[in-house]
């Protein structure tokens, strides 16, 4: 606290740009947090592990950076006077829906509590949203990917170690305690293998979030603006974080990181963007050396996939029968489990269905399916709309949200990790700059700063 108060005093005039850059490099611990009433609710282990994941009360390094970005925005609104309150955007309408949803999903659920936690937990998510949505300026950009390369390279260095040593893969469960530091769940054919996890929650989690990583990478490093620096930067941070995507075991990850990478190789090529060339070929090279390692793990994790793939298809039904019995506001978000021990008569896997859309409509129901794809599909052609723009820099983050969004979507396929705190923190986050798309079109100015590839910063 003292240290904060220094920095405080010191960069003042910089202190927002200085916490949005913790927030960006805060996104690996955000679900490091200190969980209340959770211990004492009385839940089951069963509960409390899917509660971890679908919402609970807590409080973390993301909520204190949270809430002093806002009491900054709020000191130059009414006291500086040097910023006004935020102009109403559409997809602001689809994230209050999405809220409302959580609201009255809670009447009437078995487990209240447990709807309020979700409700909360969600909360944080959609402040992340509004202030990334009107605050993030072209300065901030080479911000965010020095922050999301940095800890690409860190995410990776831990994924390897838990890979090679089968330690501290539940390093953002245990959160201290020393009971489950270095134990995981066991996947089926795999039993003997150490997945790599991260600071997420579980390796599945943490595949789609080395993904959604690499989807950021991937376009700093194709795009001509930049400078060699960064580019390089971006491609050391890429490589390393695909590799630890692998140590993953993930096949939703793979899959869907596989068609949305490709996509944005395509959407280059078309572009006619020659400096796509050096780096393929490179990549080439990497991956020619490392094939034979590579397709050991890959050949072994989905040969083993037809069982849990059936496993997965009948849960489809119970969730439909959950959602069809409540349809508009749904069983109560966070509630689940919960409507298993009702509905899951015929022995299906006692977990969340591997489906996203389902879930959501079993705990939200139509409401928030309306609200979470609307917010997310309507982004997407949002990010079209600029993807047509391509002479203009604001074409590549475009593409990053139009590729991290459909990431999010194909892995939500056949996986139910869209919550899992880090991923979801990824989530949110594309979705303010998607947002901010049209602003940042309109504010970019015609001087550039070379040495980073993005407009020179102006003003205080």
Not at 315 to 343: R, V
Not at 410 to 416: C, I, K, M, R, V
Request: aromatic content about 16%.
């Amino acid at each position: 606290g003292i240290f904060g108060i220094f920095i405080a005093s010191v960069f003042l005039r910089r202190l927002s740009d200085l916490l949005l850059l913790g927030l960006f490099f805060a996104i690996p611990v955000t679900g490091f947090v200190k969980t209340f009433f959770l211990i004492t609710a009385g839940y089951s282990d069963r509960d409390t592990a899917i509660l971890l994941t679908s919402g609970v009360i807590g409080l973390g390094p993301i909520d204190v950076i949270l809430a002093a970005l806002y009491v900054l925005w709020l000191y130059e609104i009414f006291v500086k006077r040097t910023s006004t309150l935020a102009t109403w955007k559409w997809p602001d309408a689809f994230a209050i829906m999405l809220l409302l949803a959580y609201f009255f999903s809670s009447w009437g659920a078995p487990e209240p509590q447990a709807a309020w936690f979700a409700l909360i937990f969600q909360v944080r998510f959609v402040l992340v949203y509004f202030y990334v949505s009107r605050r993030l300026e072209w300065r901030h950009l080479p911000m965010l990917l020095i922050a999301l390369s940095i800890v690409a390279i860190l995410e990776s260095l831990l994924a390897y170690y838990q890979y090679a040593t089968g330690n501290l893969v539940s390093l953002a469960l245990d959160r201290g305690s020393g009971t489950e530091l270095n134990t995981q769940y066991v996947v089926p054919g795999i039993e003997q293998r150490n997945r790599a996890t991260g600071t997420c929650n579980e390796s599945h989690g943490f595949g789609l979030f080395a993904g959604l990583l690499a989807q950021y990478l991937l376009v700093w490093m194709f795009n001509r603006t930049a400078s060699r620096g960064i580019r390089l930067l971006a491609s050391a941070a890429f490589l390393m974080i695909m590799l630890a995507l692998i140590c993953s075991f993930s096949r939703s990850a793979w899959l869907s990181a596989a068609i949305t990478l490709s996509m944005i190789w395509l959407v280059y090529f078309i572009w006619g963007e020659r400096q796509l060339i050096v780096p393929t070929i490179f990549a080439g090279i990497v991956g020619i050396v490392l094939f034979p390692w590579a397709m050991t793990i890959l050949w072994e994790r989905f040969s083993t996939a037809e069982g849990l793939v059936d496993a997965r298809f009948e849960q489809y039904p119970i969730a439909w029968s959950i959602w069809k019995d409540h349809f508009l506001f749904g069983y109560g978000a966070g509630n689940y489990m919960w409507a298993l021990d009702t509905y899951n008569r015929g022995g299906a896997l006692d977990l969340p269905v591997h489906n996203v859309f389902l879930w959501i409509g079993a705990e939200l129901g139509l409401f928030g399916v309306i609200a979470y794809f609307g917010l997310a599909v309507g982004m997407m052609f949002r990010a079209i709309k600029y993807l047509r723009k391509h002479s203009h820099p604001v074409s590549n983050c475009a593409l990053i949200v139009l590729a991290s969004l459909g990431m999010s979507l194909l892995d939500g396929l056949t996986d139910p990790l869209y919550r899992e705190p880090v991923v979801y923190m990824m989530f949110w986050l594309t979705l303010g700059i998607g947002t901010a798309l049209e602003r940042l079109y309109r504010t970019y100015p015609p001087e550039q700063d070379r040495s980073l590839g993005i407009p020179a910063a102006t003003g205080n």
